[in-house]
C-alpha cells in the first residue's frame, strides 16, 4: 500500500496557520477563581490590586518602649533622661504602636530603674516604626495581568486582604493511546507487548509546562472505538491527543476519525522525525494526531502542542541562569553578614543593568518584585555605583532583554502601562523603580534606563520640565514626550476635619505632615510652595518625613497617621480622601537617544496614543490627556 498524507507542509507554516485558525475559532486563555494559597506558579488572568495596606497599622519594628519622641529630646550619655511609667509603654516587635506614641526604643538601648526607663539617646519621630503601608498600599497593583505568580507574591497578596485570585485556568489535555499491541507498563512484558510508555511522557512534558493531562484507557485499532474515545475526551478536555494510528497503515485510523468527529487541518509535516502528525480541530478545541515512535512525539508536542498550551497560560519558559549586570545605585552592607540583595534588570544599551529593590525583612513585595539575587559576602562594606556583579536570575535571560527600564517619577499610570504592554506584547515586560524626577535624570546620563517619569516645575515661568531637561543636556540627546496632566494637591482626611483651606495650613499647631522624598517632583513642588507661601519647613510636623510613592502618602492620611500630604488626585481616590487642589503639572516620560527606536519604545508611545491607555486613567482620575504622545526633542 501507497502511504498517502493530506499535507508536506512546511513546519512554521503549518504551525502558524494552525494556531491562526484555532484563535479565529475562540481558543483563548480563560480565567477561573481560585484561593491565592493555591496559585502558586499559576498566571494571573489580569491585574491584581491590593485591597488593605500592608501593614495596616503602624506597627513596632522592634522589642523595646513606644514614647513620644519629644520625651525624649536632650537625652545623651552625659545627659540621661529618665521616663517615668506614664511616658513608655512596652511593646514587641509587630505590636500596634500605641495611642499618642511616635517613636520606638529599642531594648537594649534602655536600662529600666525602679519602673523608669533611662535612655542615652534621644528618639527620632516614626524611629523604628513601620508605617502604614511601608510594604504595600491598597490600590497598587500587585502583580500586572498573565504574570506568574510566585511563593513571594502569594504572601504579597494575603498580606494586601487578596484572598482570591483570578488566575489563567489550565487546559485540560487529554491523552488517547491507541493499539492492539499496546499495554500498560509491566516487569515482565510478553513477545509482542509494546509497553505504553507515552502516555507518561507527554503528561510529564504537560505538568511541566502548566497544562493538566488526563490520561484514558488504551483503545484497540477499531475505528468505532477510537472515534467513541475521542468523542469522550473532547466532553471532558480543551485539547485532545490521539497517540499512534496517525500514519497511513491499514489500521491506521487516526486521520479518519479526527475527520469524522471534526476537521482535519493539516495531515503530514515536513519534519524528520514526526512526519506523520495530524493537526485537526472541532471548533475551538485542537486534536493532535502524535505519531507512537517516543521520539516522533517528543518533536511534535514540543513544537505543535507546547505553543497551544503558552498560548492558553499566557507565559513562556525559561530556566534562571548567573549574569554580569552593572549595579545601578550604591549598596551599603554590614561586615558581619553575608548578604542576599534582590535587584530588578533590565538590558539598557547591550549593558544588564541592577536596581537594588527594597531590603527590609518585611518587605515581601521586593522579593516578588525581584528579577535576580545579589550576593554580598561577608566583610565587605558594600558596592558602589557603576560596579560590576554576578547576580543569579530569577527570570530567563531572554526576558530580561525584552524588558523596558523605567527610572524616575512613580506614577500609577506607569503600572497600568507595564500591564498593556505585557498585554500587547506577552514576551515584552516593564520594570519601574521610583527614585524621583531627578533621579530618573541621572539614570539617563548613566545610560542606565530607557525612560524616565519627570514633572519638574521651572519657578521661572510655570512651565514643566523643558527647562531642567535643557540644562541637564545642554548637548541635547533626549525627546520629551507629553504623556498626563495630573491634577497635583492636598490629600486629607474624609470630611477634611481639620478644616484645612490651603498649602499654608500644613503650618498650624497640631498638623501632622507626610512628605516625599527629596529629589521628586512633588518634593520640589512642595518646597516651592513653602517659599512661595512663607512656610518654613523646619516648623511643620512631619516635613522631613519621605514616603517614595503617592499611594504610600495617601495610606499615611487614611491610616491616621498623618493629616495631610502633597500628591495627585487619583491617590486620593483609591483611598477616599478629600483632596484640595493646588495644580495641574505636566507629567512627561523623558527618553534618550539611545532608546528612541527601540521596538519596546515604539510599543509604548502607540499605548499612550491609544484607547485603552485613556480609560484606564479616566477610572483612576485627576488625569487629563490633552495631547499623549507629543514630542518635542532637546537640542
Known amino acids: 500500500m501507497v502511504f498517502q ?85 512596652l511593646v514587641d516587635t509587630g505590636d500596634p504602636l500605641p495611642d499618642g506614641r511616635d517613636a520606638v526604643i529599642m531594648v537594649e538601648e534602655v536600662v529600666f530603674t525602679q519602673g523608669e526607663a533611662v535612655i542615652r539617646q534621644a528618639a527620632a519621630p516614626w524611629q523604628h516604626v ?10 497598587e497593583m500587585l502583580l500586572p495581568g498573565h504574570t506568574p505568580i510566585s511563593p513571594a507574591a502569594i504572601g504579597a497578596m494575603l498580606a494586601a486582604g487578596v484572598l482570591e485570585v483570578e488566575v489563567l485556568a ?65 466532553e471532558e478536555c480543551d485539547m485532545v491527543l490521539v497517540n499512534a494510528g496517525s500514519s497511513a497503515g491499514r489500521e491506521d485510523y487516526a486521520a479518519a476519525v479526527i475527520g469524522q468527529v471534526g476537521e482535519v487541518f493539516c495531515h503530514g509535516l515536513a519534519i524528520q522525525p514526526g512526519k506523520p502528525a495530524i493537526l485537526g480541530r472541532r471548533g475551538a478545541k485542537p486534536i493532535l494526531g502524535v505519531p507512537g515512535y517516543p521520539v516522533s512525539g517528543i518533536i511534535v508536542m514540543e513544537q505543535l502542542l507546547r505553543p497551544l498550551v503558552d498560548l492558553c497560560l499566557g507565559r513562556g519558559a525559561g530556566q534562571p541562569e548567573l549574569a554580569q549586570a552593572v549595579l545601578s545605585r550604591r549598596v551599603v552592607s554590614s561586615l558581619k553578614y553575608r548578604e542576599f540583595v534582590r535587584v530588578r534588570l533590565g538590558q539598557v544599551g547591550g549593558r544588564l543593568v541592577a536596581a537594588p ?15 535576580g539575587i545579589l550576593e554580598i559576602p561577608q566583610g565587605s562594606e558594600g558596592l558602589e555605583v557603576g560596579t560590576q556583579v554576578q547576580v543569579r536570575l530569577l527570570r530567563p535571560a531572554r526576558e530580561l532583554e525584552r524588558t523596558l527600564v523605567a527610572i524616575g517619577s512613580h506614577d500609577p499610570l506607569l503600572d497600568e502601562l507595564a500591564d498593556l504592554l505585557h498585554q500587547a506584547d506577552p514576551d ?17 546620563r548613566r ?23 535643557e540644562k541637564q543636556f545642554p548637548q541635547g540627546g533626549v525627546y520629551q514626550v507629553e504623556c498626563v496632566g495630573r491634577t497635583q494637591g492636598l490629600m486629607v482626611a474624609p470630611g477634611n476635619p481639620l478644616g484645612i483651606t490651603g498649602f499654608g495650613d500644613i503650618a498650624r499647631p497640631g498638623i501632622r505632615y507626610v512628605n516625599r522624598q527629596k529629589g521628586s517632583g512633588t518634593r520640589i513642588l512642595a518646597d516651592y510652595l513653602c517659599r512661595k507661601e512663607g512656610v518654613d519647613p523646619a516648623k511643620v510636623y512631619g516635613y522631613d518625613r519621605e514616603e517614595f510613592t503617592h499611594t504610600a502618602v495617601a495610606a499615611q492620611i487614611a491610616g491616621g497617621t498623618a493629616d495631610a500630604g502633597m500628591g495627585i488626585l487619583s491617590a486620593a481616590r483609591i483611598y477616599g480622601l478629600d483632596f484640595l487642589p493646588v495644580c495641574v503639572e505636566q507629567y512627561d516620560l523623558i527618553i534618550p537617544d539611545y532608546a528612541w527606536d527601540t521596538p519596546m519604545v515604539r510599543r509604548v508611545l502607540d499605548i499612550l496614543a491609544g484607547p485603552e491607555f485613556r480609560a484606564r486613567l479616566e477610572q483612576l482620575g485627576g488625569y487629563t490627556l490633552d495631547r499623549p504622545g507629543r514630542v518635542r526633542r532637546v537640542y
Open 5 to 89: 498524507y493530506l499535507n508536506n507542509r512546511p513546519l512554521d507554516e503549518a504551525r502558524s496557520q494552525y494556531i491562526a485558525l484555532l484563535q479565529a475559532q475562540g481558543l483563548a486563555p480563560r480565567a477561573q477563581t481560585i484561593p491565592v494559597p493555591a496559585a502558586a506558579g499559576r498566571m494571573t488572568a489580569r491585574a491584581v490590586y491590593a485591597h488593605i495596606c500592608a501593614p495596616h497599622y503602624p506597627a513596632c519594628a522592634m522589642d523595646g518602649i513606644a514614647v513620644r519622641a519629644a520625651d525624649t529630646f536632650g537625652a545623651s550619655d552625659t545627659t540621661p533622661v529618665s521616663l517615668s511609667p506614664e511616658q513608655y509603654t
Open 130 to 139: 513601620r508605617q502604614i503601608g511601608e510594604d504595600i498600599c491598597a490600590g
Open 170 to 234: 489550565k487546559p485540560v489535555v487529554g491523552i488517547i493511546p491507541t493499539g492492539d499491541e499496546v499495554v500498560p507498563p509491566a516487569a515482565d512484558p510478553k513477545p509482542g507487548d509494546v509497553m505504553e510508555f507515552n502516555s507518561a511522557i507527554f503528561s510529564a512534558m504537560l505538568e511541566q509546562w502548566g497544562a493538566s493531562p488526563r490520561v484514558y484507557p488504551i483503545v484497540p485499532d477499531r475505528e468505532d472505538a477510537i472515534r467513541a474515545a475521542l468523542e469522550g475526551a473532547l
Open 357 to 371: 529593590l527594597a531590603r527590609g525583612s518585611g518587605v515581601v513585595s521586593s522579593f516578588m518584585k525581584a528579577d
Open 428 to 444: 515584552a515586560f516593564m520594570s519601574s523603580s521610583h527614585v524621583g524626577s531627578m533621579g530618573g535624570l541621572m539614570a539617563i
Open 447 to 469: 545610560r542606565e534606563t530607557h525612560m524616565a517619569g519627570c514633572h519638574l516645575l521651572n519657578e521661572a515661568d510655570g512651565t514643566y520640565n523643558t527647562a531642567i531637561l
